[in-house]
């Protein structure tokens, strides 16, 4: 067999298509958010980073509806055994976020 019947039988390679760069710095956007986006923690419902628990308990406690209220007799009893831990970190402590 000669080398120009090989080359005939043999298949054609395909050339690769070019991308647009704008078309790959939108696939990494997509991949960065759907990495980071299910990563990130939820957010605390107490909002002030500085309050104490002391603070959060002498202000009323005022919580949202998001948690049962057996929830939010947790956090206000761990707010209690420990006024000076920020209320922030009681709350994530407690709900597990």
């Keep these: 067999m000669r080398l120009s019947a090989l080359a005939a039988a043999a ?17 990494c956007v997509v991949m960065a958010l759907a990495v980071l986006l299910p990563a990130a923690p939820a957010a605390a419902r107490i909002t002030d980073r500085d309050l104490s628990c002391a603070d959060w308990l002498r202000a009323g406690a005022r919580s949202t509806s998001e948690y049962s209220a057996a929830v939010q007799a947790r956090i206000r009893s761990f707010c209690a055994a420990n006024p000076k831990m920020k209320a922030v970190d009681a709350e994530m402590t407690m709900t597990g976020d």
Excluded: D, G, N, Y
């Design 11 to 27: 298949p054609a390679r395909r050339r690769p298509v070019p991308v647009a760069p704008a078309c790959i710095a939108l696939a």
